[in-house]
């Protein structure tokens, strides 16, 4: 069977592997020159997205991702605190975790190497069609098609395929805009440093203002201990973080501003709003050429709301069908997960509207999982931007945070 992909994200590029793997001849097609133009958080891998890799990619590719990625279990638990900086709790002990947190570009690009001579970047897929013998085939920008048996859209929550099948716009904003950037911790004061541990952190403030603090340390927690077979773009302790503000005319301001214009407007936000100074360590001396902006978009949260049309010979996957605000860190690996399960329905089923059928199905539940996870966070950071909801998040932190002082 012949397959195209379109979109050369986390999600094309484990399909297109996969499929690569199990016999199929595939195409994946990317509007990216350089895998490693992309940017984000880096990606929280369960032990499901890690089993329905090890399905998808050979096993030296998947031990150089364990080998540059950073073991949760070697992490102190998560924890949560207020826009002072007291803790009001800590997630669950890691100790038996088997996740991994890996930078994107080190996953997209030992993704695309897995690919190989199967993966055409530069091109830029307008459409998608059926020609006149009612073959499906992909449309680009320079007049040029391509013909197969099933196309895939994997081209994000933007997705011209999934748009195409649905008729519509298959998500919409979250209602927050988030911010990143990266912070090696060898540059934060030893205070803040002893404070912000070797863990991942959510503080939570009034008005919907929120920072997420994800530990990675792809060296000193390597999930495999093999130097040599390491690939990371991170080389030490680094918070990558993330700020989060409400939609507002004000967030979209701060969306046109780049590098230090963009952290030093970030960091006059979270002062309006009340934030301790030193909880801002982690902006105020973070690269600046590493801070930008992105707009948290979901689909629906049900999972009889996704994938909206009949199977056929054209599908989607990922963030095309469930697209999924970072919140929860199952976004990709929810698309991994797809990649592998298309592919099984593929090589099991006795027809291809069978097979899609099928994968949908399962894709649909998949997906409402995710989001069901990530908007959780989501209404939980905008539920404090409403006075009364402000109000009560200035009145409940402290006693949360007294309360968890007199546990300890």
Known sequence: MRIVVAGGGIGGLALGAGLRRSGHRVAVFDRDTDVTATGGYHITLDDRALRALADLVPQHTLRRLLASGSALRLREPDAFRDHRGRLLGHGPDLAGSASVDVDRVTLRTLLADAVGPDLHLGRHVTGVDHDRAGTPRLLF?????????????????????????????TNHPAGITGFSGRTHRADLTPTERHRLGPRSALAVGPRGAALYTGFLDPVGNAALDAPDLRASTTTGPTYIWGAMFPDTPATAALRKLRGPALRDALLERYRHHGWAEHTLEVIARADPTSVAAFRFNA??????????????????????????????????GAAIRDAADLITHLDRATTLTEAITGFEAAMRHRGAEALTAAMRVVRLILATNTPLGAAATHLATPLLAAATRLRR
């Not at 689909?299 to 909206?308: G, I, K, S």
């Open 299 to 332: 689909a629906p949260t049900r999972a009889t709301d996704l994938a909206p049309w009949q199977a056929g010979d054209i599908t989607a996957l990922g963030d095309a069908v469930h697209a999924t605000p970072p919140t929860a860190g199952m976004g990709a």
């Open 141 to 169: 920008t320079d007049g040029a098609t391509e013909s197969a048996d099933l196309v895939v859209g994997a081209d994000g929550a933007h997705s011209t395929i999934a748009r195409h099948l649905a008729g519509g716009p």
